[in-house]
């Protein structure tokens, strides 16, 4: 089962799904965010697999949905569970379907590389209502997302998060070359008039630094434009 609500329904999902679980089912989790597995645990007992998705999509219309980017996904066990399926089987299973699936030995690091990302671009492209292409093209906010970058690295570090020894500056850049015409989901979503995830992203790092001791100052302000923005649509 493919677990694809926003981050501020997963409780109330979890709660909702879980009577209707057939024993042995398999439940994956594609959504934004690192600790949507653990809440969904916390909330209704269900031990769902992470998955890091990668790819760019948009409602162009009612009906139509514009692919323009990418499409595979990373799979990983979280939550220590020996009754959890056989990874590979399940990559398999995604592979036939013709959606390139990686096994991760390190998924707690590929989630975090994954919000890295959309903390570096999302906000930003829903304030400055561009996409990837053009905020890594300008240089005020190629300069800003590297501040976002350096913050959320800083505080993944501290908190034990085993990131992969890359420049990930220089990772969140290269995005871009892969997903030039993609438009943020937090920008979609402020386009609609809708709730945002900006509580999982940006909002969370600006939580987990206090809780951390590490400043937030760039990702603090980018979170606050965005509730903000939120209040006027």
């Known amino acids: 089962m493919l677990f694809c609500v926003k981050t501020f329904a997963t409780e109330e999902a979890s709660k909702s799904l879980a009577s209707h679980l057939a024993p042995g089912a398999v439940v994956i989790s594609l959504q934004n965010g690192v600790d949507n597995v653990e809440r969904m645990h916390s909330a209704a007992h269900i031990r769902a697999i992470p998955a890091v998705v990668y790819v760019a999509v948009a409602m162009s219309a009612p009906g139509r949905v514009k692919h323009s980017g990418r499409g595979d996904l990373i799979v990983g066990h979280l939550l220590e569970d020996g009754r959890q399926p056989d990874l590979a089987s399940l990559s398999e299973f995604f592979t036939r379907a013709e959606i390139p699936c990686r096994v991760s030995g390190n998924i707690e690091a590929d989630l975090w590389t994954k919000m890295i990302m959309n903390c570096a671009y999302n906000a930003i492209s829903a304030l ?106």
């Not at 501040?147 to 992969?164: D, K």
């Not at 220089?170 to 015409?181: P, Q």
């Open 128 to 233: 400055g209502r561009a996409r990837y292409g053009r905020l890594v093209s300008n240089p005020w906010t190629r300069d800003l997302m590297r501040r976002v970058t350096e913050e959320a690295v800083a505080i993944a570090r501290a908190g034990g998060v085993r990131l992969p020894d890359v420049n990930m500056v220089e990772a969140v850049w290269k995005l871009a070359e892969t997903m030039s015409e993609a438009t943020s989901s937090t920008a979609q979503d402020i386009a609609r008039g809708n709730r945002t995830e900006i509580d999982s992203l940006n909002g969370y790092l600006v939580r987990r630094g206090a809780q951390l001791g590490v400043p937030t100052p760039v990702n603090q302000t980018l979170n606050a434009l965005v509730k903000l923005l939120e209040e006027s649509v």
